[in-house]
């Protein structure tokens, strides 16, 4: 069978495509799984501000790890380093540490070769262990259902839908990513994605960005995002390695 790269985050675990599934650059969650036994790291980078620059953030790096423990469910771990600077009043706040640590799990609903549709459910718990200035104080939540279909041999569509409970905010969220496969190596996607949170705050933003398929298990990305109807701004840049068979008995 041909084998067509389509190097974005939603991408399927085929033979039609990309050897590595990853969760990363885009905001929307693949719908697949990472391999049984394989362990998945995946790392980035990301500049942000907010409100013409008196909000100045910087991620970095953004862990999130993968480990298959069976052919449709994973688990996951997420972590990162926050330098952050805002300015109120006229007086520069500054503070910086390791954020809030996420775990959580994927399980694959729907992956059937013979349909182009494939389903999961990933929910994270969010466990407040950073210190006073990065913590959200209390146990929240982040749940995703992601779909994605093939469209064709060179294009594919992933969205998600889901349900935060942040620092005692609710938000419903939404992201919809267009995947195209540019050569064997590189792809690229757009994306509209945001929520609505508790008030009535709807909040819109759109990203795009760019993949390259190092290995069969190695990729690396470069995205830009900017809101639509916010002052935010964002750039991003990662990869994502799988080592297969991770602790597999020998």
């Known amino acids: 069978m041909k084998r067509i790269l389509l190097i974005v985050a939603f991408t399927f675990s085929t033979q039609l495509f990309s050897q590595i599934v990853t969760d990363r650059p885009d905001q929307t969650e693949a719908s697949s799984t990472v391999p049984k036994g394989s362990f998945q790291i995946e790392m980035g980078l990301v500049s942000q501000d907010f409100d013409k620059a008196t909000i100045k953030s910087f991620q970095g790096p953004s862990t999130l790890i993968r480990y298959g423990l069976s052919?449709?469910?994973e688990l996951r771990l997420f972590n990162q380093y926050e330098s952050n600077k805002a300015k109120y009043s006229g007086t520069d706040l500054k503070y910086s540490g390791l954020s809030d640590i996420e775990v959580g799990f994927k399980l694959q609903l729907l992956k059937k070769e013979s349909v182009n549709t494939e389903i999961a459910l990933m929910s994270h718990a969010i466990?407040?262990?950073a210190k006073d200035a990065?913590?959200?104080m209390k146990v929240g939540t982040i749940n995703k259902l992601s779909i994605s279909h093939v469209l064709s041999d060179k294009i594919g569509v992933g969205y998600n839908i889901g349900y935060d409970?942040?620092?005692?905010?609710?938000?419903?969220?939404?992201s919809l990513a267009l995947g195209v496969s540019l050569s064997d190596k590189f792809g690229c996607y757009i994306?509209?994605?945001?929520?609505?949170?508790?008030?009535?705050?709807?909040?819109?933003?759109f990203d795009f960005?760019?993949?390259y398929l190092a290995k069969d298990n190695l990729q690396f990305d470069i995205s830009y995002g900017t809101g639509l109807n916010n002052n935010m701004h964002y750039f991003s840049t990662g990869f994502s390695w799988n080592i297969p068979q991770f602790l597999k008995k020998k």
């Open 71 to 73: 052919d449709n469910f």
């Open 127 to 129: 466990l407040p262990t």
């Open 134 to 136: 990065l913590t959200n």
């Open 165 to 174: 409970y942040v620092g005692e905010i609710s938000s419903l969220t939404y």
């Open 191 to 205: 994306e509209p994605y945001g929520s609505l949170s508790e008030g009535g705050f709807f909040e819109s933003n």
């Open 209 to 211: 960005g760019v993949t």
